[in-house]
C-alpha cells in the first residue's frame, strides 16, 4: 500500500511516499524560515497563503522522484492537528480534494503522533513499550508509549514548552528569527559555569516542567547587564550555555524519572527540540536506550504523517466532511 503524506501544521509543507513494503520512497519539505524571519515570527495567515502555493508542486516533485503517478497512491494521510488553524486547512482541503479526485481514501492524523512514531522510520527502531520525550516548539510532554495509538500523558510544560522558551529567550538576547537554533549554536561557544540559572520543577517529584521562570531569570539578567553595559558577545554566549545547560538538565532528571516510574527501558525523543545536541549528548548518557529520529525528520515533514497514516490504514475512510483540530490532545487521537 502507497501512502502519501501532507503536512502544513505550521511554517514547514511537506509531503511524502510511504510504501507499507519498502517504506519511506520519497519526500519533500519546503520551509517558511525565510519568509517569516522579518517579522520575527511565523505569521499565520502568511503561512496558509503559502502552504497553498507549495502543495501541488511538492507532490508533483514528489511522484517525480520515484517515477510514480497519482494513480499509484492508495490512501492520502495529512495533519488534522494541533497546530495553526488556517494553516491546517490549507493541507487538509488540499488532501481531502485530491483523495476525492482519486477516489482514494484518507486518514487523518495528529501531528505529535507523527512526531512520536518517527524514529520508527530510522533503522534503529525502538520496541514497545517505551517512555517518549516530545519535546518542540508548541509542546513538551512526557508519554507512556505501549503501542501504535496507545497512549498516556504522564506529565508536560504547565507553561512555555521548551522550545517556545528556546526562541523567546533568543529573542531577549537580539536574535534573529529562528531564535533557539541560533541560540543553541552560540551557547557551543559560550564559557562553562560562568552563569546559572534556576532549574524549575527538577524536584516537583512530578513529571510536569516549567520554563517561564527561567526565561525571566534570563530577563533579569540581561536587564541588569545592559545596565551595567555589560552585555558584550561573549556575555550573550555564555548566557546561551548557561540556559541550555538549564533545559537539559532539567529535561534530563525528568526523562530519568520517567523511566523508572514507567519501568520501561527505551527512551523516544522527538521534535524539534530533539535536534538539539546537547540534549542529545545528555540523554545519550542514562541508564537506557534512548532513540532519536534523523535529523532531517526532527522538524515537520510529510514523512512522518505518511508513516503514521500507514500505521492507521485500517482507519482509512472515503472522503466526506472534514475538519481540522487546532488544539488536540494526543491521549484523544481515536476521537
Keep these: 500500500m502507497l501512502v502519501l503524506g501532507i503536512e502544513s501544521s505550521c511554517d514547514e509543507t511537506g509531503v511524502a511516499l510511504f510504501d507499507t513494503e519498502k517504506g519511506l520512497i520519497a519526500q519533500q519539505l519546503h520551509t517558511q524560515m525565510a519568509m517569516h524571519a522579518q517579522y520575527g515570527g511565523v505569521v499565520p495567515e502568511l503561512a496558509s497563503r503559502d502552504h497553498i502555493r507549495r502543495l501541488v508542486p511538492l507532490t508533483q516533485n514528489c511522484l517525480q522522484e520515484v517515477n510514480l503517478s497519482l494513480n499509484h497512491i492508495d490512501a492520502i494521510a495529512y495533519t488534522q492537528g494541533p497546530g495553526l488553524g488556517g494553516a491546517l486547512l490549507a493541507g487538509a482541503s488540499f488532501a481531502n480534494a485530491l483523495a476525492f479526485a482519486l477516489d482514494k481514501p484518507i486518514i487523518e492524523v495528529h501531528h505529535l503522533e507523527g512526531h512520536l512514531l518517527s524514529p520508527l522510520l530510522s533503522k534503529n527502531k525502538p520496541q514497545f513499550p517505551f517512555v517518549a520525550l516530545l519535546v518542540s516548539g508548541g509542546h513538551t510532554q512526557f508519554m507512556s508509549v505501549t503501542d501504535i495509538g496507545e497512549y498516556e500523558l504522564l506529565g508536560q510544560s504547565v507553561d512555555d514548552a521548551a522550545g517556545e522558551a528556546f526562541d ?8 534573529d528569527y529562528p531564535g533557539g537554533a541560533k541560540l543553541a549554536a552560540l551557547a557551543q561557544e559560550g564559557t562553562p559555569n560562568r552563569f546559572e540559572f534556576p532549574r524549575p520543577m527538577k524536584h516537583s517529584g512530578d513529571l510536569n516542567l516549567s520554563f517561564s521562570g527561567l526565561k525571566t531569570a534570563v530577563l533579569t539578567l540581561v536587564n541588569q547587564l545592559k545596565e551595567e553595559q555589560q552585555l558584550d558577545t561573549q556575555t550573550i554566549k555564555d548566557i546561551c550555555l548557561a540556559f541550555e545547560n538549564a533545559v537539559v538538565d532539567v529535561l534530563t532528571h525528568k526523562a530519568k524519572q520517567a523511566l523508572k516510574q514507567t519501568g520501561f527501558t527505551e527512551l523516544v525523543v522527538a521534535g524539534g527540540v530533539g535536534a538539539n545536541q546537547a540534549l542529545r549528548q545528555s540523554l ?12 532531517a525528520l526532527c522538524t515537520d515533514n510529510g514523512a512522518m504523517i505518511a508513516f503514521a497514516g500507514a500505521m492507521h490504514l485500517k482507519h482509512a475512510h472515503p472522503v466526506g466532511q472534514f475538519s481540522v483540530k487546532p488544539r488536540w490532545a494526543l491521549t484523544n487521537t481515536k476521537e
Aim: proline share 5%; charged share 25%.
Design 168 to 175: 523567546k529567550t533568543a529573542k531577549l538576547l537580539g536574535l
Design 284 to 295: 545519550s548518557k542514562i541508564n537506557a536506550k534512548v532513540y532519536f529520529p534523523e535529523l
